[in-house]
C-alpha cells in the first residue's frame, strides 16, 4: 500500500490519491499538438459539443417520450411540443443536432482522407472513427423511429427489408428483428431502448477508443511533416513557444478549438430556431399509417449517398454494391498503398481521385433523394458506378506514387 | 506560411451549400407539384352583377328560398332543426349555421353556390346531374322574379347580420368552414363540436359515441374520414394549405374534399388556427432564437479574443 500523508490542502489531498496532477499533465497541458493545423482541425471538439448536444436534449425529452405505437407520436408532437415548458426547444436542438452531427462527421472524414491522417500508425484512429461513424448511423436510424410518423413507420419497413437481403428471402431474419411481421410495437420498443441505452453505451465507449487511438501517433498537421514531439516538447517547456512547433492540448488548442466552437454554435442555433425543416421532415409530422404509403420515401440526407448506391440497380447486385459501399470506407488505410502521409494536393492523381470522390458522394447524395425516373435514375447509376469504380482503382492510383 | 483557412472555408461553405441546395429546395421542387395561388379570386365563377337588398333577402332566406330549413342562423334566433349527428345522417354532412357566413366566404361564391352548389364547391365529378347524382344542398331557381337580384338580395343579407369581416376569429373562420369534416384533436376539436371536460367517464364516453356515429356518416359521404389537422401546419406548410384550402382540385384531381369559398382573409384566420394548434410554440422560439443568436455572438467573440489571448505569445 502507498504511503499517505497528512494532506496540507485539498488539492494536496486529491493528488496523493488520484494523482490529479499528472492526471492533468497527460490529459491537458503535455498533451502535445503540432501547431500548424487550421481550423478544421478543431471538428473533433465540434462533434464533442454536438454530441453533448444530443445526450443533454435527449435525457430530457426522454423524460416525457412514451415508446407506444399508440402515444409515440401524440408525446412527442403534443406533450413535448406543447405542453412541456421549452419541450419544443429540446426536440428541435436534438432533431437539429442529429442532422448536423453528420455534417460535421462528413466534414471530420475528409479532412482525414485528404490530409492522409489515417496512415503511418494512425490506421486505428481511422478504424474507431469509422465505427463510431457507423454506430452514428444506427443510433440516427433508431432515433428516426421513435416519433412514429408516417417517415418512421416508411423508413423502418424499407430499411429493415433490406436484411432479407434480395434473393436470399431471410423473410424470418426481418420478422426476427421486427419481432413482428410488420413494424409494431415490439418494433418500437426495440429500437427505443437502442437509442437510448446501448448504442450511445457503444457510442461513448468507441469515442473513448477513438481518443485513445490519438495518443501515441498523435495529431496529423497540415502540411504532413513528420513532428519529433518529446524535441519539441522540451523546446517548448523550455520557454520557447514561438519557436516549438508543438503546442499545449490545453490551453492553446483548447481555446482554437473553443473559438471554432463559438462560431459553429451561431450557426447551429440559428437552425434550431429559424432553419430546421431540413431535419425535421415535414412528413414525419403526419402519424403513422401502415395502409397510407408517402408518395416519396426518402431517408435522411446523410444517408442518401448510401441509399442511392443500393437503389439503381437489380435486388442482388444492388444488395453487394451496398454492402460494399458499408465497409470499403474502412480499409482505405489498407488500399491506399502510397507510403505518403501527406496532403492530397502534393499527391497527383490521389489529389484527383478525392475530389471525384467528393463530387461523386455529393451526386449520389442528390440522386438518392430525387425520384428514381428517367434522368435521375441515369445519373444515379452512372455515379454508383463510378463510386465503385473510384475505390477499386485507387490501390492502383496510390501504388505508383512518388514519394514525396 | 500562407493562411489557407479562408479558402477552407470557403471550400466547406460551398460544398455544404450545393449539398444542400441540392436535397432540400431543388430535390423538393422537383416532388411536389407547385400550385400558385389565386389570391382567392375564384375568377371561373360569375360575378355579382346586381346590388342587393337585404330586407328582401332576409324574406328569401327565411321563407321562399328555404335555407333556414337546413341552416341554422343562431344569431337571429333561429336554431339548427336536428342536432349535428342527424343532419349528418340525412345530408352526409351538418350544414353549417349561416350567422357569419357572410364574413367568411366570398360574396361571389355564395351567390354563384345558391344557384349552382356542386359548380361553386368543385364536386361536379362526384355530383353529377346528368348521372342523377344531386348534391345535398338543393340548388336555388328562383323565387319567381329576377333570380339573379334574388341571389344578390340573399348575400346581401347574409353579409348584413355577419361580424364585420375583421372580427372573424381564427376559430370561428376553421369551425365554420373546415370543422365539420376536420378534427383537430390536439385543440379538442371534433366534427359536432369542442369536446368538453366531463366529471364522468360515462358522459365523456357518450361524447364520443357521437362524434364515432357522426364520423361513420361523413365517411359515407366523403369515401374516407377527412384527416385530423393537428398537425398540418408542420406536415403540410403554410403555402401547401392555403392553395389547397382555394381549389383542392388543383392539388388532388378528384378528390372528394369541396372547394369552400372562403376569403383570401378568412383563409388566413384558418391557417392562424392551425399554427395555434401545430406550432403553438412560434412566438416564443422566434423571440427566443433571437436573443440565443445574440449570445452566441457575444459567446464566440469572447473565445476569440481569448484564443487570440492565449496564441500571442505562440507565433
Known sequence: MAHFTKATSVKDWLNQRLAIEKVEKVMASEYWIPKNINFLWAMGMVLAITFALLLVSGIFLLMYYQPDVKDAFYSVNFTIMRDVDYGWLWRHVHGVAASVVFLIIYIHMFTGIYYGSYKKGREMIWVSGMLLFVTFSAEAFSGYMLPWGQMSYWAGMVITNIFSLGGLHLDGLVEWIRGDYVPAQAFLTRFFMLHVLLLPLAIMGLIGLHFAALRIPHVNNQDGEEVDFDAEAKKYLAGDKAGSKVIRFANDFMSKDLMVVGFFLIFFFYLVFFQYGFALDPVNFDPADGLKTPAHIYPEWYFLWSYEILRPFSVNIGLLAFGFAQVIFVLLPWLDRSPNAVPASRRGAFSVWFWLLLIDMIVLTAMGKLPPEGMFSTIGLVAAVAFILLWVALPFITMNEKKV | ?315
Open chain 2, 1 to 315: 506560411m500562407k493562411n489557407k483557412e479562408p479558402l477552407i472555408l470557403v471550400v466547406v461553405v460551398a460544398f455544404t451549400l450545393l449539398t444542400y441546395w441540392l436535397v432540400e429546395p431543388y430535390a423538393h421542387s422537383v416532388m411536389h407539384k407547385h400550385v400558385e395561388s389565386e389570391h382567392f379570386a375564384y375568377a371561373d365563377l360569375k360575378p355579382v352583377a346586381k346590388t342587393g337588398n337585404v330586407a328582401s333577402g332576409k324574406e328569401l332566406v327565411t321563407g321562399a328560398a328555404a335555407c333556414t330549413g337546413c341552416h341554422s342562423i343562431e344569431k337571429e334566433g333561429m336554431p339548427a332543426a336536428m342536432d349535428a349527428v342527424s343532419a349528418a345522417a340525412s345530408y352526409g354532412v351538418n350544414p353549417p349555421d349561416l350567422s357569419n357566413a357572410g364574413a367568411i366566404y366570398d360574396a361571389k361564391f355564395l351567390a354563384n353556390l345558391i344557384v349552382n352548389p356542386a359548380h361553386a364547391l368543385k364536386v361536379e365529378h362526384k355530383f353529377d346531374a346528368a348521372k342523377g347524382q344531386s348534391h345535398p344542398m338543393t340548388a336555388f331557381f328562383g323565387a319567381g322574379g329576377d333570380a339573379e337580384q334574388e341571389v344578390a338580395d340573399m348575400v346581401s343579407y347574409l353579409q348584413s347580420i355577419a361580424v364585420k369581416p375583421e372580427e372573424v376569429t381564427p376559430k370561428m373562420a376553421y369551425e365554420n368552414a373546415c370543422g365539420r369534416c376536420h378534427a383537430v384533436s390536439y385543440e379538442k376539436w371534433t366534427q359536432v363540436g369542442e369536446k368538453p371536460a366531463f366529471k364522468f367517464e360515462k358522459e365523456s364516453l357518450a361524447f364520443d359515441i357521437q362524434v364515432l356515429e357522426y364520423q361513420e356518416h361523413l365517411t359515407k359521404y366523403m369515401g374516407k374520414l377527412p384527416p385530423d389537422l393537428s398537425m398540418y401546419i408542420r406536415s403540410r406548410g403554410e403555402h401547401f394549405i392555403s392553395t389547397f384550402i382555394e381549389n383542392p382540385q388543383a392539388h388532388l384531381e378528384g378528390t372528394a374534399m369541396p372547394r369552400v369559398g372562403v376569403t383570401a382573409e378568412a383563409a388566413e384566420k384558418v391557417i392562424e388556427y392551425l399554427e395555434d394548434a401545430g406550432d403553438t410554440k412560434r412566438h416564443e422560439r422566434e423571440s427566443l432564437g433571437k436573443s440565443v443568436l445574440i449570445y452566441s455572438v457575444i459567446f464566440a467573440i469572447f473565445a476569440l479574443l481569448w484564443k487570440k489571448q492565449v496564441w500571442k505569445d505562440l507565433h
